[in-house]
């Protein structure tokens, strides 16, 4: 389609120096051209223009003092995508590599992502290029206090929600919550994952790596493809990693391999998650410590030849495009047959189009990792009521909005495409959505 094509030139000429955002734009515009005919309307209205466009982008300085005395100075980014159907809701990632273009990237995906919990939440995203490995507590909270000393002025409880994402768990929210009510001088539901004892919502720390599975299963079931005794590979062993491989092995699932930035490890006898959990969550060290404990475990420098083992289900859960075409194409050597996405964007779009076209069942982050913003926006509820609600309850909305998102996204790709391409079940369920109501609020 020649309005798509002329889209995208105008990404690549503008955005050329963000290759992430121009990565994830492109396959949402490659599935769009699919509806637009049918929604001339949305052409007109300069719907598919607004969307690729940020609505904000705030850049600010962090200067912060370490442990030694000597101050450094850090970048931090909100990028506010989208409000049409709520306030801007999106993580905040401390990592060396963050750039204008990766929040970028996240902050366009998180727009469909939260359109399809069916939760009113626009998208957002933020960060710093702020490195917390190594750092002591205290450099972590003078960091984080940093950080929320400029963004305090840009958020809200009806304006822009963050909460975690890589780099930033339980304890960082802490932070910035802390310094937040101090600034504001107001006690509300600011933030999403926050601790139990001040506004946190139960189930929400397992909520991604938990929606995944739930994902997973509703899909595997549609497709008579029974988990119970399959091998899996999860990659990484943070916040999404850890709950995914719990809720794998309760679903009957053998879990062999993970990694960290560094290397993974490999049992075909199955991993020790509460080992794994204690080993990077509690005691914040490398994955390769698993071999002090288990010695017969076999550990291999590097990350990326996760995907050569021989697995029937694989969910990256690490960082962005940990999979590229080879990799893909190894998986399917081996006869994988369901991946589904828990990081953001983990495969390059070859990658994801190859495992599609060879059949294999995909579940693309927009849809299989949304339980973590869901369950974000029940904690929003719940701050709202002023009341808290028991796990059972909050896990059984969770199960319920990830079949939910399953019906619709599978629904919604039969209807435009190909019924098995959850890519475009997922990009055009959530662009129908916003578009919508984009729409109806006029050019603004
Ligand atoms: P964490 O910081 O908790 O964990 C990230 C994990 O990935 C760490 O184990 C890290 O290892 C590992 N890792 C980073 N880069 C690589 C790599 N190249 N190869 C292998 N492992 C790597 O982050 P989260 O678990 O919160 O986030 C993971 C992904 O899930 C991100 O893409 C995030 O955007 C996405 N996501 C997170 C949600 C959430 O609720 N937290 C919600 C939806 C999506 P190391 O310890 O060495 O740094």
Same mark, same amino acid.
């Given at each position: 389609?020649? $309005?798509? /094509?002329?889209?995208?030139? +105008? ?9 992430? @955002?121009?990565?994830? %734009? ?50 931090? !980014? ?17 990592? /060396? ?11 366009? &995906? ?10 009113? *939440? ?13 750092? /002591? ?5 003078? @960091? ?5 000393? &400029?963004? $305090? ?33 107001? $006690? ?8 139990? /004892? ?6 929400? %720390? &397992?909520? %991604?790596? !938990? ?22 590979i999860i990659s990484g062993s943070g916040?999404?990693a850890i709950?995914?491989a ?8 053998r879990v062999v391999a993970m990694s960290d930035s560094s290397g993974y490890i490999y049992d075909p006898q199955g991993l020790d998650i509460d080992l794994i959990k204690e080993i990077k969550e509690v005691k914040r060290e490398r994955i390769k410590t698993y071999l002090d404990t288990y010695k017969d475990v076999q550990y291999h420098e590097g990350s990326?030849d996760i995907?050569?083992i +021989? ?9 962005? #495009? ?14 994988? +047959? ?9 495969? =390059? ?8 076209? =060879? ?20 904690? *929003? ?24 998102? !399953?019906?619709?996204?599978? +629904? %919604?790709?039969?209807? !435009?495409?190909?019924?098995? #391409? ?15 109501? *984009? ?6």
């Amino acid at each position: 389609m020649e $309005y798509i /094509s002329e889209l995208k030139k +105008k990404i690549l000429s503008r955005d050329k120096s963000e290759p992430e @955002f121009i990565q994830a %734009t492109s396959e949402v515009l490659d599935s769009l051209s699919l509806v637009l005919n049918d929604h001339p309307e949305y052409i007109k209205s300069g719907v598919v223009e607004r969307l690729i466009e940020p609505e904000r982008q705030i850049i600010f300085r962090v200067p912060w003092v370490d442990d030694a005395g000597i101050v450094r100075v850090n970048r931090g !980014y909100r990028v506010e995508f989208n409000s049409a159907i709520g306030p801007y809701k999106g993580g905040l990632r401390f990592h /060396s590599s963050v750039n204008l273009g990766i929040i970028k990237f996240l902050g366009f &995906e998180q727009v469909f992502k939260n359109a399809l919990t069916g939760l009113p *939440m626009g998208g957002g995203k933020g960060g710093s290029d702020f490195d917390p490995h190594g750092k /002591s507590d205290g450099e972590i909270m003078r @960091f984080c206090q940093s950080f929320m000393s &400029e963004l $305090y002025r840009h958020i809200g409880q009806f304006k822009d929600v963050p909460a975690g994402d890589i780099g930033v768990g339980a304890r960082e929210i802490g932070f910035l919550f802390g310094q937040y009510k101090r600034l504001a001088n107001e $006690y509300s539901g600011v933030l999403t994952g926050k601790g139990l /004892s001040y506004g946190g919502s139960l189930l929400r %720390t &397992e909520a %991604t790596g !938990y929606g995944l599975l739930y994902f997973l299963k509703a899909m595997c079931d549609d497709h008579g493809f029974d988990l119970k005794d399959r091998i899996a590979i999860i990659s990484g062993s943070g916040n999404v990693a850890i709950y995914a491989a719990y809720k794998a092995k309760e679903l009957g699932l053998r879990v062999v391999a993970m990694s960290d930035s560094s290397g993974y490890i490999y049992d075909p006898q199955g991993l020790d998650i509460d080992l794994i959990k204690e080993i990077k969550e509690v005691k914040r060290e490398r994955i390769k410590t698993y071999l002090d404990t288990y010695k017969d475990v076999q550990y291999h420098e590097g990350s990326k030849d996760i995907w050569k083992i +021989k697995c029937d289900v694989a969910l990256p859960c690490a960082t962005q #495009n940990e999979m590229d075409l080879e990799d893909a194409k190894e998986l399917v050597l081996n006869g994988v +047959k369901a991946v589904c996405e828990g990081a953001n964007m983990p495969l =390059s779009n070859e990658a994801a189009n190859y495992l599609v076209r =060879s059949r294999v069942l995909y579940g693309p982050a927009k849809a299989a990792n949304a339980g973590g913003v869901a369950v974000s926006g029940l904690e *929003m509820s719940q701050n709202s009521l002023r009341l808290s609600w028991d796990k059972d309850e909050v896990d059984l909305k969770l199960q319920s909005i990830m079949n939910n998102i !399953y019906q619709n996204v599978s +629904k %919604t790709a039969q209807k !435009y495409g190909d019924g098995d #391409n959850l890519i475009i079940g997922a990009n055009i369920a959530g662009f129908l959505k916003v578009a919508e109501a *984009m729409r109806l609020q006029g050019v603004v």
